[in-house]
């Protein structure tokens, strides 16, 4: 896949992603044009800049966990490098189903900053891990406040099975990632198990790409060599367990760290909705029972079950589902005039202020900056290929007047 087919395939996905939302936000409009204009009439600019930026901060220490755990095995991993690739995290999270583009675009742009690939895996999966734990520990907690009646929401039954199944299937992933980076031979035997039916389907793509010029030297290259795939993900599984045996050594603190930051930057992006409340003049404290404590608090427990309905949700950005799930999880503070204003800003600052951010340092990546270091790479290249060319003759006519002096000396 060359650079242009890459691009047009990010611009289509984030253009269905906007559609989307463009087309939910179109019909919340057409019918409640006159209450969009009320719901603004008392809006509060500062506190909106407070929630702003709340949003961004997810991106910059999200960006600072990923450095503390990258540099443990290179020091010499950059907080800007660390950061770009937070962003660029959350725009491909945001235009991917699921959420599925999210760890490879990260990698992408580590290995791209010098990080050798092996150690960016493990990096990420100790990553994933600070994620998983935190998910599992809020799942948990929502899920004992539900059973204690100390959190009432509206869907009791749809909540209860969606919290089951967060707490079954973080704290599987969370024992799987364990169990893989302590035993080594565990996470050997997948991969030889998986490698026969993969493998098969790597060969039949590697077939097709034989009938592209730009990719022909390379699928040959591929199919020549049966099981290097294999062989290099297994060398793989040691140095992860080796990188894994460095963090227990030597990068406790780091990680300890990682999961303050991760638990900081989610709570303060669940803040965000606190933070839109007092910006659109809303009451913070809601019409009926929700949850003990501080109204800020009862708002970061419902976004937090909102988060869980958006991870697993199918669509690109969520969309569809954030904008239904809000309306009813947030209707105990979010009434008539105010539902349209509320939802568009929460839109906008929770996902899609970082998204444009990672956005741009996608196209970044991806276009004319990139191409044009590319050219000046070539171009010195071609520099030194012809410095060398034109050293070459003073050399062979310096050991020609060598050899005449030592036949005239003979």
Known sequence: MNRATLIRGIQLIV??????????????????????AAGL????????????????????FGGLRIWVLGRVLWPGLRLRTAVTSEFVLMFCA???????????????????????????????????????????????????????????????????????VSVVMFGAALVALLVAAAYPPLLKALVRALSAPLGALLRAVLRGARHVPRLRARAEAALAAPGKTTARLLRSVDEFHDGFRIYMRRGKRAYAAALLLTFGFFCSRFAVAYFILLGLGIPTT???????????????????????????????????????????????????????PYLVLWRLLALFLCMFVGGVYVFRYLGADVLEARVKQTEAEKRALAERAADAPPALEGQEEAAERRRSMG
């Not at 709340?54 to 910059?60: M, P, R, S």
Request: with cysteine.
């Open 15 to 36: 253009t269905l992603t906007l559609a989307s939302f463009a087309y939910v936000l179109y019909g919340a409009i057409r019918s409640e044009q006159a209450s969009l």
């Open 41 to 60: 009439a008392h809006a509060r600019p500062g506190w909106l800049i407070v929630a702003a930026v709340l949003a961004l901060q997810e991106g910059v």
């Open 94 to 164: 945001g235009v991917t189903p699921g959420q599925a583009g999210a760890a490879p675009s990260q990698i992408a742009v580590l290995a791209h900053g010098g990080m050798r690939f092996v150690d960016v895996a493990t990096a990420e999966l100790l990553t994933a891990s600070c994620t998983v734990t935190f998910f599992l520990v809020t799942a948990v907690t929502l899920f004992a406040l539900r059973q204690a009646g100390m959190l009432v929401v509206h869907g009791g039954e749809q909540l209860e099975w969606l919290l089951s």
């Open 286 to 340: 809601p019409s009926t029972f929700v949850a003990v404590g501080p109204p800020i608090v009862q708002v970061i427990l419902i976004q937090a079950l909102l988060n869980f309905a958006l991870y697993m949700s199918p669509t690109p950005g969520a969309s569809g589902i954030a904008e239904l799930g809000s309306n009813a999880l947030m209707s105990p503070w979010v009434k008539g005039p105010f539902e349209l």
